[in-house]
């Protein structure tokens, strides 16, 4: 029944609930100033009505539940822009250290020290025999060798300085998914379905954006409250109470997982900006600054170094100085022990194909390897299909090929062809065969017999030909060895075969002196003549790998499937290799050629076929010892001592002294040229590029912009800059200008070639490097400028419906205080009525 007592009831109710409604609001406007809280208000509903005669009689008014004035997605959609904001501030800031390095200051711009360098080139031509001129080539090439140190120091401690705030982000993103993890507990733990904690929940967001700023996340509310908060990749970070890390450990970030027994798993995620956040921004340009990866600036600065040293020396290698060599020599360039790793491609694989990205080679990612049918047993064109995607990507790694030719199966000798003499040459070595068609059977006419008769005739012409008694020694050694074929080694059945001795040669194969009639006896062979290089067809179905800097580092995904085409699966390949799990690292103590010619840092750019360099000697009176020069040929050439035996021998050959009046050896991988007391040398020119390549009669040593330097040979005597050439008869003139005239004009050659296969002057490949620079730091400020306003706009959207407005919050506290005295004054009433009832009684 309705009465007094539901009047002071309904009061109360008021009372309490208005109270609640002006606490609320006062709470609202104490964190007007506190970020990322968002606005609250009380949800007001009438109480439940008591039902009467006449009708139902309302019991007031209740509060339900404090709810946050919160947009979802905007929230998100704010994070995510809160993450490509940082992204971009990481990359400005990064690139305003990288602009720095190749900022064009007059005085020290790449492009102006260029110019000065080669026109002190120009100077020395004019003046080949002043000091002062020579002096200043070097001084000049000093003065750029410092610029381009300075430059890669630069971008050293760039690298350092963004490696140092990804290690303190990575640390701050895992404190924040700690207390994310926290907070889902805390959340989930406490709240109801009417009761959320609103300041909880306000924690949290604030948090979820400050990890946006470091990656990209995606993040959504479970049934319990709490957030499940992954990285752009799906790698999750936050679940319920659990929580992951990331780690950034040899310039990889990593995401960790622990298990239950404490066992940490490490998995490699995202390289660069795709990451997000600061963390993606500095991912980003660290990538541009870190060493052995061609395409970044710091690898294109040394591709310009690289390009600059081998062009002025394989010029200046080509000349002489004022006087000849008097004193012993010694290569600038070392010939390293190189790893070499060899595997035989899978023929019953050979036709699969290794689609690109499939396989990495120290970290560098390999393209496709096409597959092709394998020719009698041997996956030869996928080998070099192999070989060249390996080489495209510049892993530090060369792959090569060992040359093989081999013939048609042999045609059975007729008797009426006993006793013919067959005479061919196998890179010059005479081989010479009788055929037996009468003493057998077996004899040659057996086709099995007859093959195996003519490799046995010509591995015995190659050994007795490089047997070191012979008067003279013949020079190169024949690395050559010739098998019957099988069927199944490359070559049909009772087919000769020729391949190269040693694992990765691919010296050409030359046949000649056969006769082309096919009725001739020598026809029945089933050989060609003809020069044969290591190509698509003509391969022993190998893969060598060679790598004179580091371990050779295979990663073929989780399994041995792709390793296993190329020969490499199973394990045991290496000391290391457990086999199945997609992984195989190959290092020096696998197996490793000494002083392999592969181990020079210019070897690609040997030409040992066909190539030779000369080498004039002279007397101490300065006449020649010799009417012309020696000349040595780098054929066969696989060891650095094997340049070694062919100088020497080359000149106990031409003079005809049991000894060398110029002996060649090594010492610490480096080739070593010592005079007699009667003798002087000098160079004469050189198609092989050895001495380029080894660092002789050169101007510069070093690969890269921080190794660049002057020879020190030079630095020593600058006498030996090579202004002039040694002329037809052997003379030296000290006004030549000859040499100094061909250097200068590599400043206009178009057709200077660059680590990863571009084509361009000197001066334009550092001008495009440069603008690239410059167009990659005004594209990121524009970004950050336009992304900038965007965020600002998305947070005033935001506070638009999230924050507190004093204006709104003062007009709602005095809307519940009028309330709450209306309650009170109706309190008040029903006190009166219940005090007239009273005395009334």
């Given at each position: 029944m309705v009465g007094i007592s539901q009047i002071l009831n309904t009061a109360k109710e008021a009372l309490l609930a208005h109270q609640q409604a002006i606490s609320v609001a006062g709470h609202n406007i104490a964190n007007v100033d506190t970020p990322g809280y968002t606005r609250q208000t009380l949800t007001l509903t009438p109480a439940l009505p008591t039902p009467e005669g006449v009708g139902f009689f309302g019991n007031g008014v209740r509060g339900m539940e404090i709810n946050r004035h919160y947009d979802q997605f905007m929230v998100q959609r704010l994070a995510s822009q809160n993450s490509t904001l940082s992204n971009l501030e990481a990359q400005q800031q990064s690139m305003r250290l990288v602009e720095t390095s190749f900022n064009e200051v007059p005085g020290l711009a790449i492009n102006e020290l260029l110019s000065e360098f080669w026109a002190s080139w120009q100077a020395l031509a004019s003046y080949p025999e002043n000091q002062s001129s020579r002096d200043s080539t070097v001084q000049k090439a000093n003065i750029l060798i410092d610029q381009f140190r300075n430059m890669t120091t630069e971008l050293t401690q760039t690298r350092y300085d963004i490696d140092v705030s990804l290690s303190s982000a990575v640390n701050d993103v895992n404190a924040l998914t700690r207390q994310l993890a926290r907070l889902n507990d805390q959340i989930a733990s406490s709240e109801t379905d009417l009761t959320k904690q609103n300041d909880l929940r306000d924690q949290r967001d604030i948090l979820v954006n400050d990890l946006s700023k470091y990656v990209e996340v995606n993040y959504f509310e479970t049934s319990t409250g709490a957030y499940t908060i992954l990285m752009a990749d799906g790698h999750t970070l936050v679940e319920n109470n659990e929580a992951w890390q990331i780690d950034w450990m040899e310039d990889k970030l990593q995401w960790v997982s622990t298990s239950a027994n404490g066992t940490q798993t490490k998995t490699a995620i995202a390289t660069g900006a795709e990451v997000g956040g600061n963390i993606g921004g500095w991912m980003e340009i660290y990538n541009q600054v870190k060493p052995g990866v061609a395409e970044n600036y710091l690898g294109r600065l040394d591709a310009l170094a690289n390009a600059l040293i081998r062009e002025v020396n394989q010029q200046h290698s080509q000349g002489v100085g004022l006087t000849s060599f008097t004193e012993q020599l010694t290569s600038a360039d070392r010939a390293?022990?190189?790893?070499?790793?060899?595997?035989?491609?899978?023929?019953?694989?050979?036709?699969?194909?290794?689609?690109?990205?499939?396989?990495?080679?120290?970290?560098?990612?390999?393209?496709?390897?096409?597959?092709?049918?394998?020719?009698?047993?041997?996956?030869?064109?996928?080998?070099?299909?192999?070989?060249?995607?390996?080489?495209?990507?510049?892993?530090?790694?060369?792959?090569?090929?060992?040359?093989?030719?081999?013939?048609?199966?042999?045609?059975?000798?007729?008797?009426?062809?006993?006793?013919?003499?067959?005479?061919?040459?196998?890179?010059?070595?005479?081989?010479?065969?009788?055929?037996?068609?009468?003493?057998?059977?077996?004899?040659?006419?057996?086709?099995?017999?007859?093959?195996?008769?003519?490799?046995?005739?010509?591995?015995?012409?190659?050994?007795?030909?490089?047997?070191?008694?012979?008067?003279?020694?013949?020079?190169?050694?024949?690395?050559?060895?010739?098998?019957?074929?099988?069927?199944?080694?490359?070559?049909?059945?009772?087919?000769?075969?020729?391949?190269?001795?040693?694992?990765?040669?691919?010296?050409?194969?030359?046949?000649?002196?056969?006769?082309?009639?096919?009725?001739?006896?020598?026809?029945?062979?089933?050989?060609?003549?003809?020069?044969?290089?290591?190509?698509?067809?003509?391969?022993?179905?190998?893969?060598?790998?060679?790598?004179?800097?580091?371990?050779?580092?295979?990663?073929?995904?989780?399994?041995?499937?792709?390793?296993?085409?190329?020969?490499?699966?199973?394990?045991?390949?290496?000391?290391?290799?457990?086999?199945?799990?997609?992984?195989?690292?190959?290092?020096?103590?696998?197996?490793?050629?000494?002083?392999?010619?592969?181990?020079?840092?210019?070897?690609?750019?040997?030409?040992?076929?066909?190539?030779?360099?000369?080498?004039?000697?002279?007397?101490?009176?300065?006449?020649?010892?010799?009417?012309?020069?020696?000349?040595?040929?780098?054929?066969?050439?696989?060891?650095?001592?094997?340049?070694?035996?062919?100088?020497?021998?080359?000149?106990?050959?031409?003079?005809?002294?049991?000894?060398?009046?110029?002996?060649?050896?090594?010492?610490?991988?480096?080739?070593?040229?010592?005079?007699?007391?009667?003798?002087?040398?000098?160079?004469?020119?050189?198609?092989?590029?050895?001495?380029?390549?080894?660092?002789?009669?050169?101007?510069?040593?070093?690969?890269?912009?921080?190794?660049?330097?002057?020879?020190?040979?030079?630095?020593?005597?600058?006498?030996?800059?090579?202004?002039?050439?040694?002329?037809?008869?052997?003379?030296?003139?000290?006004?030549?200008?000859?040499?100094?005239?061909?250097?200068?004009?590599i400043q206009r050659n178009e057709n200077v070639r660059f680590i990863g296969g571009s084509s361009d002057t000197l001066d334009g490949f550092y001008n495009t490097l440069v603008g690239d620079i410059g167009i990659k730091g005004r594209t990121v400020t524009r970004d950050y400028d336009y992304n900038t306003l965007i965020t600002d706009q998305m947070s005033a959207m935001k506070d638009a419906t999230s924050g507190v407005s004093l204006d709104e919050e003062m007009a709602d506290l005095i809307k519940f205080q009028q309330a709450y005295s209306a309650a009170a004054k109706l309190i008040t009433s029903s006190d009166e009525m219940m005090q007239s009832l009273l005395q009334a009684v």
């Open positions: 390293a022990n190189t790893t070499l790793l060899t595997s035989t491609l899978d023929p019953a694989l050979a036709t699969e194909t290794i689609p690109a990205g499939s396989l990495t080679i120290n970290e560098r990612v390999i393209g496709k390897i096409e597959g092709g049918t394998a020719s009698f047993g041997l996956a030869k064109t996928k080998a070099y299909n192999a070989a060249q995607a390996i080489n495209d990507a510049i892993t530090g790694v060369q792959a090569r090929l060992t040359t093989q030719v081999a013939g048609d199966a042999v045609t059975a000798m007729a008797a009426g062809e006993d006793g013919t003499v067959i005479n061919f040459q196998i890179n010059g070595v005479d081989v010479n065969y009788t055929v037996d068609a009468t003493s057998g059977p077996p004899d040659d006419t057996d086709p099995a017999t007859l093959a195996a008769n003519v490799v046995s005739a010509i591995n015995q012409a190659i050994l007795d030909y490089n047997d070191p008694t012979n008067v003279p020694e013949n020079i190169p050694k024949i690395t050559i060895e010739a098998l019957v074929g099988d069927g199944a080694n490359g070559a049909a059945a009772n087919a000769i075969m020729l391949r190269n001795t040693n694992a990765g040669d691919e010296s050409r194969i030359i046949i000649t002196g056969l006769d082309t009639d096919p009725l001739s006896t020598e026809a029945k062979l089933g050989l060609t003549i003809g020069t044969y290089e290591a190509d698509a067809t003509h391969n022993t179905g190998e893969l060598s790998l060679f790598s004179h800097k580091s371990q050779i580092v295979m990663d073929g995904g989780t399994d041995d499937r792709y390793l296993e085409q190329l020969g490499l699966g199973g394990g045991n390949i290496s000391s290391t290799d457990e086999g199945g799990d997609g992984q195989l690292t190959f290092a020096a103590s696998d197996n490793q050629v000494l002083a392999s010619m592969m181990g020079y840092d210019y070897a690609n750019e040997l030409q040992t076929d066909g190539g030779s360099f000369k080498m004039w000697i002279y007397n101490n009176d300065d006449t020649l010892a010799l009417p012309q020069p020696v000349e040595i040929s780098l054929e066969r050439a696989y060891t650095l001592q094997d340049v070694a035996d062919a100088i020497n021998i080359s000149i106990i050959n031409a003079s005809g002294q049991s000894t060398p009046w110029v002996a060649a050896t090594i010492q610490d991988n480096r080739l070593v040229l010592t005079p007699d007391s009667n003798h002087q040398f000098a160079f004469g020119g050189d198609t092989s590029n050895f001495l380029a390549t080894a660092g002789l009669n050169t101007f510069f040593t070093g690969s890269s912009a921080d190794s660049i330097g002057v020879n020190g040979v030079i630095g020593d005597n600058l006498d030996n800059i090579t202004a002039g050439t040694v002329n037809a008869n052997g003379q030296i003139f000290r006004g030549d200008q000859s040499n100094a005239l061909l250097i200068t004009n």
